[in-house]
């Protein structure tokens, strides 16, 4: 498989619990991306990577939220002392150089959070 | 204000229909604009960008009106395939280089 690959695609963990969601992206894409989604709503941004350098980060990613990529490849995403408002799909994309032919911003399959 | 707007439907529209869905933008800084689809449980995959003089896919027209912040898609001669939720999106960088905006979506259904 050569696309954005996420795990687990699903969680359910109890409020006040830590999750984490890996993501690998296209192999020789450099810039990588989380986003969140819920019911009845488009992907908000969360983050942006240019290989492992986090270049944005949205005011929805509060202290509790941490996003690394320390290789410049794979991106994990830690939620902390997770909330019942947490609960969504944790969506990772994935893009390539400019001009690299490579451009479009590839979604991976997605992360659905459930905290209870 | 949110910063991509679009009327969230549903459209429910016979197969073989024309229908057309409106997006405006607020940021008039806003330089790249696309469309995406979003089937029922899966991830937004690119559409078509939309670009200054209007474009074209097969079925699929865009159109941009920067002087409006208005963005649309026209879908000609629909197919049950075509049900889905269209996603809005723009950039401030151009050719899309660095975070994109989603609007909420406008979901289409096409029926027999």
């Known amino acids: 498989d050569t696309g954005v690959s996420q795990d687990p695609r699903h969680k359910i963990t109890k409020r006040g619990q830590n999750v984490t969601f890996r993501c690998d992206p296209i192999?020789?894409?450099?810039?990588l991306y989380w986003y969140r989604q819920t019911l009845g709503q488009g992907p908000e941004f969360l983050t942006y990577?240019?290989?492992?350098?986090?270049?944005?980060k949205s005011r929805l990613l509060s202290d509790r939220f941490s996003a690394e990529r320390p290789k410049g490849s794979f991106s994990t995403l830690e939620i902390q002392r997770t909330e019942q408002g947490d609960s969504a799909m944790y969506l990772c994309?994935?893009?390539?150089?400019?001009?690299?032919?490579?451009?479009?911003?590839?979604f991976g399959a997605g992360s659905r959070l459930t905290v209870l | 204000r949110k910063e991509v707007e679009q009327d969230p439907g549903p459209f429910n529209v016979p197969e073989g229909a024309t229908v057309a869905f409106n997006c405006t933008y607020s940021?008039?800084?806003?330089?790249?604009f696309f469309w995406y689809r979003q089937d029922c449980r899966k991830e937004p995959k690119l559409l078509m960008s939309?670009?200054?003089s209007g474009n074209e896919d097969g079925r699929f027209t865009a159109q941009l009106n920067r002087a409006s912040q208005y963005i649309s898609l026209l879908i000609r001669d629909s197919k049950l395939s075509d049900s889905a939720t269209y996603l809005c999106v723009v950039s401030e960088i151009p050719g899309g280089y660095n975070k994109l905006i989603f609007g909420a979506g406008t979901r289409l259904a096409v029926h027999p």
């Open positions: 939309v670009y200054s």
């Open positions: 994309a994935s893009r390539g150089r400019v001009h690299s032919g490579a451009n479009v911003l590839t």
């Open positions: 192999s020789e894409h450099n810039r």
């Open positions: 940021n008039s800084a806003s330089q790249s």
């Open positions: 990577f240019q290989n492992e350098a986090q270049l944005e």
